[in-house]
């Protein structure tokens, strides 16, 4: 291990990726800012050269962040940075193993979706306290409620919403046949007052209707409705309805997945109808619906306390 001094090291990495690798400045000023946090670290620590470097003061760093409050993704970030410094002085045979490879950050906490409760659903679904100047147009109206329908029945990605085309709809079986991730795709019902909303829509759509598109959700010059305005009109329609909250199409998915898992308990049930490849994404929905879970479970199961005592 070199005896070299690793600030005389860092100036010479950072001219490599400004001069030779031609990073961004930001990419740059990032990478500078991390080691020199990790450098000041080493030398109060008596870590002055390279030297005296090995993977436990790699880890004993990254334990240093962690309990100084650095979130685990500004700590992979770091890591990042020394893997890059230490891969660069590989190259230029002044080491040879590069101890921050094998070290990983905390995992990070994951964040639970949002969700809304069934109030909120219950005031979007109501067209009646919508008599706003959001909706001058009422024909409007129709159409954002038809969206909005179909994206808590059927639990759709804004993608797959945006892309529907009346063919895709069997309206005798409640049937919706969706192109999803990797082109894949998935058989989903379609509950009666979605089936009911699209009708609905449908009869206003054909004045709008000029290329004879097949897309179910257009706008008033009879254009596809991009993805951008769909998210749009959502969020016109949470303020017309009251909902307080920020409504956009990926919240929906959370919520009728939530409320799909609260009624029926089976997992797989839910992840087929959301296409998810693995279960494990589908395993988030249970963190969101532990209460419930608890709840019928004291109600249900023959050896809890509130049931040995009707025994």
Known sequence: MSNQKLTALLDDYIFHIDKVVNYSNNTISSYKRDLNS???????????????IDEKVIRDFVSYLHRNGICPKSIKRYLSSIRSFFNFLIKNNIIKNNYAENVKSPKSEKNLPEILQHEDINLLADSKIKETNFYKNKELLVRDTAIFEL?????????????????????????????????????????????????????????????????????????VLSPRNIQLRMNILAKASGVKQKLYPHKLRHTVATHLLESSGNIRAVQEFLGHENISTTQIYTHLDNQYLMTVYDKVHPRTKKNLKKE
């Open 151 to 223: 994206f808590y029945s059927s639990g759709l990605r804004l993608s797959e919403l945006a892309n529907i085309r009346f063919s895709d709809i069997n309206f005798k079986e409640s049937l919706l046949r969706v192109v999803g991730k990797g082109s894949k795709t998935r058989i989903v019902p379609v509950g009666s007052k979605a089936v009911k909303a699209i009708e609905l829509w449908s009869e206003v759509r054909k004045k709008y209707l000029i290329d004879a598109t097949d897309f179910l959700f257009i706008g008033l010059r009879g254009k």
């Open 38 to 52: 990790f450098i000041i670290y080493c030398k109060k620590n008596n870590i002055s050269n390279l030297k005296l």
